[in-house]
């Protein structure tokens, strides 16, 4: 009997022993006791190693989508508020109440975003070509990686095309024309943003 119960006690012993391990070898809490704990906090930052991003590629179910909205509108280096409208085209504007630019940004991945003209309806988008348009179904020419450069601004690349091994950023010449992604730079203030609050 007494056997029994010492076992009984090493197991939970160990048990234990185990979970301290896997608790102090990991550096972020991945055993949550509460739900407090479970709420991981939200990287708005997103300067996550682009490697993570390649699983949800392809996928189908645009449920994430509708989780975590953060509306925003995104204001250039060059002070234009970018804008999508239901045509489908892309620009700035200097009127600080367009309502076209008021965007709703999503987390689709890890570094990985979808921005939404709230009015238009339509998802910023770069083609292969590197025309920035607004796309009226979500797909792939809508993954922007999101990142926060040294001086404070994001960029936002395509998650999927590259031309010539290079990003193709989201960009807005100083007259507020949108930019080939071909021509934009990570370095080049035409393709820096702050997401400010609408
Ligand atoms: C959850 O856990 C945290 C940290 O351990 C604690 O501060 C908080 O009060 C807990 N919340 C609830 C609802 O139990
Ligand atoms: C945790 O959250 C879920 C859903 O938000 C809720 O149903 C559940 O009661 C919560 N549990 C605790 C211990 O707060
Ligand atoms: C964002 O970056 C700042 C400065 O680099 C850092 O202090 C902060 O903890 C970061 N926030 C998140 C959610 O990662
Ligand atoms: C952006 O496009 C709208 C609609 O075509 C136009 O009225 C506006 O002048 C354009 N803005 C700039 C800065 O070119």
Redo the contacts with the bound molecule.
């Keep these: 009997m007494w056997r029994w119960t010492v076992l009984k006690r090493a197991s939970a012993c160990w048990i234990l022993c185990l979970l301290l391990a896997v608790l102090l070898s990991n550096p972020v809490p991945v055993v949550c006791w509460n739900n407090s704990t479970l709420r991981r ?5 997103s300067t996550v190693p682009v490697t993570l991003t390649v699983g949800g590629r392809h996928v189908r179910s645009y449920s994430h989508l509708q989780g975590n909205v953060r509306r925003r509108k995104l204001f250039s280096f060059q002070k234009f508020f970018l804008r999508i409208d239901q045509t489908g085209k892309v620009n700035g504007t200097k009127n600080k109440d367009d309502p076209y630019s008021i965007m709703e940004v999503t987390s689709v991945d890890v570094g990985v975003v979808a921005v939404r003209g709230l009015h238009s309806a339509r998802y910023l988008a770069i083609s292969k070509k590197g025309e920035l348009y607004g796309a009226r179904n979500y797909g792939i020419n809508c993954r922007l990686k999101e990142r926060i450069e040294e001086n404070g601004y994001n960029t936002y690349a395509s998650a999927e095309w590259r031309y010539r091994k290079k990003q193709m950023f989201v960009g807005l010449s100083p007259n507020g024309k949108p930019l080939r992604g071909k021509k934009t730079r990570r370095k080049n203030m035409a393709t820096h943003f702050l997401p400010v609050l609408p």
């Design positions: 906090p939200r990287t708005d930052n």
